[in-house]
């Protein structure tokens, strides 16, 4: 089975997530395949936008749970996923994030690296990766920030609080708020294909200068990978697996 599907409508690209029976969860396979994915978009003339979205009514859940319970940080210094998410970052034509269901973790993660966001009415929407005993490690943290402000950016990684779609939308988390997602996806999608290619890769990267300059992610990334080495990182994603509630000793 694909992992991501990929398909064309005129001047615009559609990839689809493809692991409903994990929520979508972001492994590193998948994650390979979206960053090779959209390098080869970027150097296609034909393709002026892309849109993105989960497959069975979720966007993405988060990263795989699988992957990191077991993960040092030793080995997450050389993890091939920052390459990956370093290049989708780096995308550098529009790319619009519709979603339906679950976007947590490292799946509001890549929805905050779309340039714009269309959110429906089961969107579910956090960074609760303090609840597994880390902190969001793809700059999730910092991009929220940069997005809704340090208040909420606080509340949010800090309680692990979801939230729904009219929330999102009501604190310029998303962009739009749709009673149909995909469609309003599609179309805003199809519109950014129809409009000048090089004004609108010049101005998302000024966008995307102007919101990241003075952002720490460095420091974020770091931070995260030392969390992966601590004994109540592996008691939460324990609890976590268990369905109970985890026993925190700040070690």
């Keep these: 089975m694909s992992l991501l599907l990929e398909t064309r409508d005129g001047a615009w690209t559609r990839l689809v997530i493809n692991r409903p029976a994990a929520r979508n969860a972001l492994n590193t396979a998948l994650l390979a395949d979206l960053a090779a994915t959209l390098t080869r978009l970027a150097a296609n003339p034909d393709c002026r936008a892309v849109l993105i979205h989960g497959t069975e009514g979720n966007f993405a859940a988060g990263a795989d749970i699988t992957e990191i319970a077991t993960k040092t940080a030793a080995e997450a210094a050389r993890d091939p996923r920052k390459a990956h998410w370093a290049t989708i970052r780096a995308f550098p034509k529009p790319l619009v994030a519709a979603i339906e269901g679950f976007a947590l973790g490292g799946g509001l993660e890549l929805a905050l ?23 969001p490690g793809a700059g999730g943290g910092q991009r ?9 950016a606080a509340r949010l990684v800090l309680t692990g609080e979801i939230i729904d779609a009219p929330t999102a939308h009501a604190w310029g988390l998303a962009s739009h708020l749709a ?4 469609t309003e996806a599609e179309t805003l999608t199809a519109n950014l294909a129809d409009r000048a290619p090089l004004a609108l890769m010049a101005a998302k990267a000024a966008l995307i200068a102007g919101a990241e300059s003075a952002l720490a992610l460095t420091q974020e ?16 994603i324990g609890a976590f697996q268990d369905r109970r509630r985890p026993g925190f000793q700040g070690r």
């Design 113 to 135: 690296m779309a340039d714009l966001m269309v959110v429906g009415p089961t969107a579910r929407l956090g960074l609760p990766e303090t609840n597994l005993g880390l902190i």
């Design 179 to 182: 009673e149909d997602a995909l």
């Design 144 to 152: 929220l920030m940069a997005r809704i402000g340090p208040a909420r």
């Design 221 to 236: 990334r770091q931070a995260f990978e030392s969390l992966l080495d601590t004994a109540d990182k592996a008691e939460s």
